[in-house]
């Protein structure tokens, strides 16, 4: 059942939003707005009682006492979902860790076209945290090693990963008492799914237990191990001045929206966009040069280390498009709605998926490979400059906010 329709001034408070939203509905366009009313989310799979784990099912408990086929309670099957939307985000965030980790060794061994390691100090610094010997030695020496410490925690079997050690000792201490110190990345995430198959652990706080264990995992290994390398590869965020919301978009340039998560990329359409053979490609084009912008994570990646400007965050990916002013959407992992194709197919916007992991149907796919990073950064921005002349009629937001981002932890 469908419900009740908001208005659109119920559906955001963002004047930019409202105005896209507006649009949309005068050329009878759905936005997850939209999808959002017309669908009703379901209350048995909200409260996480419709388990689907085994053929038997889908068994959907609604009332207390109830169980599922084999007899499993509704605390059990409340907990086997829990840990699996645990593991799922669990295993995107390490992962790009374990990405960010195979583009440090490959940095530091001069096979990545186009990066440097940038904050020497914070290198040196988590090095020496690591027992990885750093006196005497070039920073793509320390790197080398820095990399392959962090590659093996993903794949470590036994023990505790090594990250750990910077938590607060008083927190090591209770994690080591619950017994969640987590040993290896990707066994606590594998682990989650062998004890979440059908006939396996049935004790909802046991099951919640492990799910700390592989929460642990991720923040303090894979996405710690992220953040750590961004810094290094790309240097650690200072205060600096920026804008966010659609106004940033500009009438008289090429827009680029960066969407998505890997600084990877991101960073290196930053560095290409401001070379002199785009700047050029793009006035050759008509436009004034290159606008780029960001969405979502990634938005947050390249506003804090260099000052570019965020046109939204997840909400509105489809709203920017709605703005008739961007020439490519270029995307990586995570966060990607599959509205984009169609919804971009209502203006000239190309969806330019770059991941090996992420495919969307009907986008054009140029992908990303760290060794061959600017070449295809200026390959990506060119596509984007040669659809400037598909432009059609615009209608960019008089709407954006000054802020200062920039505040790290170091
Ligand atoms: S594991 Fe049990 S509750 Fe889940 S689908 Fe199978 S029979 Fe139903």
Redesign the pocket.
């Known amino acids: 059942m469908a419900k009740k329709k908001r208005t659109i001034q119920e559906q955001s408070i963002d004047p930019a939003a409202q105005q896209m939203l507006i649009r949309a509905e005068e050329l009878g366009i759905s936005t997850a707005f939209t999808r959002a009313d017309d669908l009703a989310p379901c209350n048995i799979g909200s409260a996480g009682m419709c388990?689907?784990?085994?053929s038997?099912?889908?068994?959907r408990l609604t009332k207390d006492g109830q169980t599922?086929?084999?007899g499993?309670t509704i605390d059990t099957?409340q907990a086997r979902n829990l840990i699996r939307a645990i593991s799922g985000g669990a295993a995107a965030h390490s992962d790009h860790g374990r990405g960010m980790a195979l583009t440090l060794k490959a940095t530091a061994n001069g096979e990545a076209e186009g990066y440097i390691i940038r904050d020497v100090a914070k290198l040196r610094t988590l090095a020496s945290c690591y027992d990885i010997p750093i006196e005497g030695r070039s920073p793509e020496e320390i790197a080398d090693e820095l990399a392959d410490l962090y590659i093996a925690q993903f794949g470590q079997q036994t023990g505790v990963i090594a990250p750990i050690r910077r938590a607060p000792e008083k927190r090591k201490k209770l994690w080591a008492e619950q017994g969640v110190l987590p040993r290896g990345i990707d066994r606590e995430i594998v682990e989650a799914l062998h004890r979440t198959h059908?006939g396996d652990d049935q004790d909802a706080e046991h099951i919640m237990q492990h799910a700390i264990r592989a929460a642990l995992g991720d923040g303090w290994g894979g996405s710690l191990i992220a953040t750590d390398i961004s810094d290094i590869l790309f240097g650690t965020p200072a205060p600096i001045l920026g804008e966010a919301n659609l106004g940033v978009l500009k009438d008289d340039m090429v827009n680029v929206v960066v969407h998505g998560h890997e600084p990877t990329l991101s960073e290196m359409i930053v560095a290409a966009s401001q070379t002199p053979e785009i700047i050029e490609y793009a006035k050759a084009a008509g436009a004034k040069g290159v606008q780029l912008s960001g969405i979502c994570c990634t938005a947050n990646e390249i506003l804090m280390r260099q000052g570019i400007p965020a046109a939204g965050n997840f909400l509105q990916q489809e709203l920017s498009i709605m703005t008739g002013a961007v020439e490519a959407m270029v995307v990586d992992v995570q966060c990607i709605m599959q509205a984009l194709v169609s919804l971009a197919e209502n203006f000239h916007t190309n969806i330019i998926t770059t991941s090996e992991k992420v495919k969307l149907k009907g986008a054009t796919h140029i992908e990303f490979d760290e060794h061959k990073a600017m070449t295809i950064a200026k390959r990506i921005l060119k596509e984007a400059i040669d659809n400037y002349k598909n432009r059609g009629e615009t209608q960019i937001p008089d709407s954006r906010t000054d802020l200062v981002p920039g505040f790290s932890h170091e």
Do not use: S
């Not at 388990?51 to 085994?54: A, H």
């Not at 038997?56 to 068994?59: A, F, L, N």
């Open positions: 388990c689907k784990i085994c038997m099912g889908p068994c599922g086929i084999c499993a099957i059908i």
